[in-house]
Nanobody
Framework: QVQLVESGGDSVQAGGSLTLSCVAS????????LGWFRQVPGKEREGVAI?????????YYADSVKGRFTISQESAKNTVYLRMASLKPEDTAMYYC????????????????????WGQGTQVTVTS
């Protein structure tokens, strides 16, 4: 069964750090795009960071998180991480792990239009 399981969401003070984890079943992980999206009630889901899990492993970030968030992967564990630093109250959201299909060889898009599988979400709350 295709599956994504997120963990690591928590409540943290502004300026703090948090790391989210997403474990994927093997058929979801290999040579795919795995990334993080977030959503606040009443707003559209926003792409945060995404990475290609095949050779090369290119990563892409939303402008709002560049320099603060880092996406990484641990292939042996079929796991993708999102390291979030310098957190701001506006980073508060439900964070979803997602598998998407790459465009071309290894380009991963953050629009969400290529997503095939969504995780159940993990809540991140940043207090001021």
């Amino acid at each position: 069964q295709v599956q994504l399981v997120e963990s690591g969401g928590d409540s943290v003070q502004a300026g703090g750090s948090l790391t989210l984890s997403c474990v994927a079943s093997w058929n979801v992980y290999r040579n795919k795009c795995l990334g993080w999206f977030r959503q606040v009630p009443g707003k559209e889901r926003e792409g945060v960071a995404i990475t290609y899990t095949g050779p090369g492993g290119k990563s892409y970030y939303a402008d709002s998180v560049k320099g603060r968030f880092t996406i990484s992967q641990e292939s042996a564990k079929n796991t993708v991480y999102l390291r979030m630093a310098s957190l701001k109250p506006e980073d508060t959201a439900m964070y979803y792990c997602a598998q998407a299909y790459p465009r071309g060889y290894d380009y991963c898009d953050l629009s969400g239009s290529d997503v095939g599988v969504w995780g159940q979400g993990t809540q991140v709350t940043v207090t001021s």
